[in-house]
């Protein structure tokens, strides 16, 4: 099912766990408020595909993965996509500077490509927070940006 001209509902709900990944009616609808919110437009500036790693995530699926539980990830609630292109650092800053966003996280790598850039995305109160996300003995660990 589309819910844009270049992302589809199977992509944002694709896992390669065997866990039930079932979106709720109001979750669907929250995935394509973030689709058509922030990632067609951003994948139209982009020019390129924008490879999803993760969407929505059922709470066995988060668990599974180690997502966050309190608070709950907005992968969870469907607001939130784990994105990977060539130039995760430049899509970052695409993002950054041109785009309305609630969460924008530069994911572990180093100082000059994170590994994947997390993104969400709500159609009211969006904070526009930038953090930094880097693995310390194991853990993760959350730095504010901006
Ligand atoms: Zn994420």
């Avoid at 993104?119 to 930094?132: A, F, I, M």
Wanted: glycine share 6%.
């Amino acid at each position: 099912m589309n819910l844009s001209k270049n992302f589809t509902l199977e992509e944002l709900t694709r896992t390669n766990l065997t866990l039930p990944n079932i979106p709720s009616e109001s979750e669907k609808a929250k995935l394509a408020e973030l689709v058509n919110g922030l990632l067609q437009p951003l994948r139209d500036k982009w020019g390129k595909p924008i490879n999803v790693t993760s969407g929505f995530r059922s709470s066995a699926v988060n668990k599974e993965q180690g997502g966050s539980i309190k608070p709950l990830s907005q992968h969870c609630k469907g607001e939130a996509a784990d994105l990977e292109t060539d130039d995760n650092a430049h899509l970052f800053h695409l993002i950054c500077e041109h785009f309305d966003f609630d969460q924008l996280i530069w994911e572990s790598g180093n100082d000059l490509q994170p590994d994947w850039v997390h993104v969400s995305y709500k159609t009211k109160g969006n904070r526009k927070q930038v953090l930094r996300m880097t693995v310390v003995k194991g853990k993760k660990r959350y730095t504010v940006i901006s």
